[in-house]
């Protein structure tokens, strides 16, 4: 069965680069059916798109971070990752990887149990 | 963007009860072509990722029991439990997916009265 664990760093200081990883087990992440998703979650708060990524390297991103965001896969381990550059204590996040459902617009049927990001010094 | 309002904020029903969850969205998310709307409904603990419930605005997802349904059509939807039940507790939220960026609502708080 399918599963998603996001790992990185819990801290990360203002103004720095914030790295994820995203591994996906029991399977392939070079689907030719799915795609494969950042989300984030500000404690307390609701959820928010950051960007897909398919196996092939397009990308899509939230305009509202595009300019700080990038979004890689590594088919070969099997992982995609995300970075978001020039970070504030606005990003401070539960950060989830998942799966769109059945294609690029759909939902989001699968997903990673999350990670915690606090951005501070 | 488009803009997903739910309504209640949080909502207290009484286990066996019917609870009714409601959904706007800023702008039609049917699309006429394939006559589907674009919506979808997720469920989430405390401590857990989301869960998807529904897609297509009312399609089950698989092993999600049936007490749990979805309607509406446009710009308006519901999502309905039809018997509370004590493992229902969470807070539950609709996204659009009919454009991009995918948008959520704010969430609805279920509990127990």
């Known amino acids: 069965q399918l599963q998603l664990q996001e790992s990185g760093p819990g801290l990360v200081k203002p103004s720095e680069t914030l790295s994820l990883t995203c591994s996906v087990s029991?399977?392939?992440?070079?689907?030719?059916?799915?795609?494969w998703v950042w989300i984030r979650q500000p404690p307390g708060k609701g959820l928010k798109w950051i960007g897909t990524?398919?196996?092939?390297?397009?990308?899509y991103y939230n305009p509202s971070l595009q300019s700080r965001v990038t979004i890689s896969v590594d088919t070969s381990k099997n992982q995609f990752s995300l970075r978001l550059s020039s970070v504030t204590a606005a990003d401070t996040a539960v950060y989830y990887c998942?799966?769109?459902?059945?294609?690029?617009?759909?939902?989001?049927?699968?997903w990673g149990q999350g990670t915690m990001v606090t951005v501070s010094s | 963007d488009i803009v997903m309002t739910q309504s209640p904020d949080s909502l207290d029903v009484s286990l066996g009860e019917r609870a009714t969850i409601n959904c706007k969205s800023s702008?039609?998310?049917?699309?006429?072509?394939?006559?589907?709307?674009?919506l979808g409904w997720y469920q989430q603990k405390p401590g857990q990722p989301p869960k998807l419930l529904i897609y297509?605005?009312?399609t089950r997802e698989s092993g999600v029991p049936d007490r749990f349904s979805g309607s509406g059509a446009g710009t308006d939807f519901t999502l309905t439990i039809s018997s509370l039940q004590a493992e229902d507790v969470a807070v539950y939220y609709c996204?659009?997916?009919?454009?991009?960026?995918?948008?959520f609502g704010q969430g609805t708080k279920v509990e127990i009265k």
């Open positions: 998942a799966r769109h459902r059945a294609g690029l617009w759909d939902t989001f049927d699968l």
């Open positions: 029991g399977g392939s992440i070079a689907s030719t059916t799915y795609y």
């Open positions: 990524i398919y196996y092939s390297g397009s990308t």
């Open positions: 702008q039609s998310i049917l699309y006429t072509s394939t006559n589907k709307n674009y």
């Open positions: 297509w605005a009312s």
């Open positions: 996204q659009q997916y009919f454009s991009t960026p995918p948008t």
